[in-house]
């Protein structure tokens, strides 16, 4: 569950605002003087089961209880959460820190930097870096190339690194925090990469986040990386992305590989838009990554490791970009780094073959089966059926089903039953607690809310159509800051900074949401009611309790007055909303009126 989440949940509403202004309960709300504007008759009200406030008064608005805090104190989204979570006791992660913490991940990409010049001058000149040199050189890299990736040698010393860092004015305690030194027992540190080609790890701006370091002597492991640190996550670096982003734009395309070597090679041979997964498996967190630059790409897999199970998780990658993901099919126990450095023709023409990923394991699993035989019909079912079940896309999915009949001769119907008996479970994919904790409380979660945003976050083209959307239309406070965050950005890339960074996780997930892009407009269109009467519904509700509670205990008449314009207003916007769907309605069903 995310910071805001938790803030929510712990942060009640009634507790909150009963902190400036004396609430009475009323039913099943509670009421007060408006603590932002001065009336002598209450008509500021607390609703506990939707988590939500409204002023009937002067204000005539209302909200959530961030955007209480917001109103009452006079501070933005940020500023509310971090006052919301000490009183809650909630920790926000430092990475969530635009302050202090930044200046900390400001100084470990400085001495990350120090330590790759480092390393880099040693493999350049020093007597101890020979071996590394003629390594290199025997690989054939270029000087370019070498520079170009920033490559070094850490000589075979405990204390080289840390030495040269300290002496140019860096802390111990900062050399650990970045992974670069290690501490062996209480109090005794040294340095964590010894004898070792260094290979500093970028992010896509060009920052030094971390190192991979192979041995050049039989010491294992082979290959090492920088722990996990502020700066540092290995499941979501791509070796090489700082050099392959423009490539990657350019041919609307990105390569995957596996190792240094292979993206170092690729890139000195004329192939810039290769990066490296850096791990057996590629991770959701580096698909999101490459996804702001292309959607599509391929993965260059060893024909022994392209079995069910790779072609399972490569399907998840396609729900996550929402396009095809292609395999590259190395010959078996081969790089592309061999391939490349025997046969430039080779690893072009393997690149224009690939194919995607599901035409590639229906023609693996085929052709390992005779398929006149019932056995064989029945183990491709087995083993194909899964696969297709895991594509979110309804088109391809039932492409393949198709494709799937065909090829075993068996009925449509019979294998799309089949397939329904697998689909539920394998598409749940919320965590229990989180989904009981979402149905519990009412503002964990809006789909709506999030649907609505995601169709106009990732289609620009939406945005100068109106729909009656305003910022009060979205309940939950970091949806709302989004839209206005929206509203006021040119560009998506610019919608981040002007975000409070508590929020970038949730604005992710809602780029990188799966949509089908066909109808856009349609589906905009009909959200964006759904949505407005969603809000005028709710509000309407909320008056009619007001209304009701005033009725019993004999309110006061003007005051009943200007409740009731209010709901009146309301009855006749949500009317406008009902002739609205009624109209899509009839145009849909090709009926003119
Ligand atoms: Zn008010």
Not at 262 to 274: L, W
Not at 292 to 302: E, I, P, Q, Y
Not at 409 to 418: D, Q, T, W
Not at 577 to 583: G, I, L
Request: with cysteine; glycine share 6%.
């Amino acid at each position: 569950m995310g910071v805001i989440d938790e803030v929510k949940q712990r942060a009640d509403i009634v507790d909150v605002v009963s902190q400036y202004a004396t609430l009475t309960k009323a039913g099943r709300t509670f009421r007060a003087l408006c603590p932002f504007h001065s009336e002598k008759h209450p008509s500021f009200f607390v609703y506990p089961e939707q988590q939500s406030w409204h002023c009937f008064g002067a204000c005539n608005t209302g909200g959530d209880v961030f955007s209480f805090i917001m109103k009452k104190q006079g501070i933005d989204f940020g500023e509310a959460l971090r006052l919301l979570a000490q009183r809650a006791g909630v920790t926000i992660p430092s990475r969530f820190e635009p302050g202090a913490e930044g200046e900390e991940r400001q100084r470990l990409y400085q001495v990350n930097q120090a330590a790759a010049q480092y390393f880099h001058n040693l493999l350049l000149s020093s007597p101890a870096g020979e071996k590394a040199r003629s390594y290199v050189i025997g690989r054939g890299f270029s000087p370019k190339t070498i520079a170009d990736f920033q490559l070094g040698f850490s000589p075979n010393s405990w204390e080289g690194l840390k030495q040269y860092l300290m002496d140019r004015g860096y802390p111990e305690s900062e050399l650990l925090t970045a992974g670069l030194i290690i501490e062996a027992e209480a109090g005794k540190t040294h340095d964590r990469f010894r004898n070792r080609l260094m290979f500093p790890i970028h992010d896509a701006r060009g920052r030094i986040t971390g190192f991979g370091a192979r041995a050049l002597d039989d010491s294992l492991p082979k290959y090492i990386n920088s722990p996990q640190t502020p700066i540092f996550d290995k499941s979501s670096s791509l070796y090489g992305i700082n050099l392959a982003t423009a490539a990657i734009r350019q041919q609307d395309l990105a390569v995957i590989v596996e190792g240094y070597m292979d993206v170092i090679t690729a890139h000195q041979n004329g192939f810039p838009n290769v990066v490296a997964s850096m791990g057996t498996s590629v991770t959701q967190k580096q698909v999101s990554v490459l996804k702001r630059l292309t959607k599509n790409m391929a993965l260059a897999l060893d024909a022994d490791a392209a079995g069910e199970e790779a072609m399972l998780r490569s399907v998840d990658y396609e729900n996550t970009l929402n396009a095809e993901v292609k395999v590259i099919i190395l010959p078996s126990r081969r790089d592309p780094d061999d391939v490349i450095r025997e046969d430039v023709t080779m690893w072009q023409y393997l690149l224009k073959e690939a194919l995607p990923v599901v035409d590639y394991t229906f023609n693996k699993v085929t052709s390992e089966l005779d398929l006149t035989k019932a056995k064989d019909k029945s183990s491709a079912v087995d083993k194909l059926l899964p696969i297709i079940a895991k594509i979110k896309n309804a088109i391809r999915r039932d492409h393949y089903l198709t494709k799937l009949a065909e090829s075993v001769g068996a009925s449509y119907h019979n294998l799309e039953a089949a397939l329904s008996r697998i689909k539920p479970d394998r598409w749940v994919r919320e965590p229990k607690e989180e989904a009981i904790a979402r149905a519990k409380h009412p503002l964990l979660s809006s789909p709506i809310e999030e649907y609505c945003l995601a169709l106009l976050l990732q289609h620009p083209e939406l945005k100068h159509r109106h729909e009656g959307l305003s910022p009060e239309c979205f309940q939950n406070s970091e949806n709302r800051e989004i839209f206005i965050a929206w509203q006021r950005s040119d560009k998506i890339e610019s919608l981040k900074e002007r975000l409070e960074p508590a929020t970038h996780e949730h604005l992710d997930s809602l780029l990188t949401r799966n949509l089908l892009s066909t109808e856009i407009e349609q589906k905009y269109a009909e959200c964006a009611l759904r949505l407005r009467e969603k809000f005028l519904r709710s509000l309407a509700a909320k008056i009619e309790a007001v209304l009701a509670l005033e009725a019993q205990s004999g309110g006061r008449a003007a005051d009943l007055a200007k409740l009731k314009e209010q709901g009146i207003e309301v009855n006749i916007q949500l009317g406008e909303v009902f002739a609205q769907k009624s109209r899509r309605k009839l145009e849909q069903m090709g009926v003119r009126k």
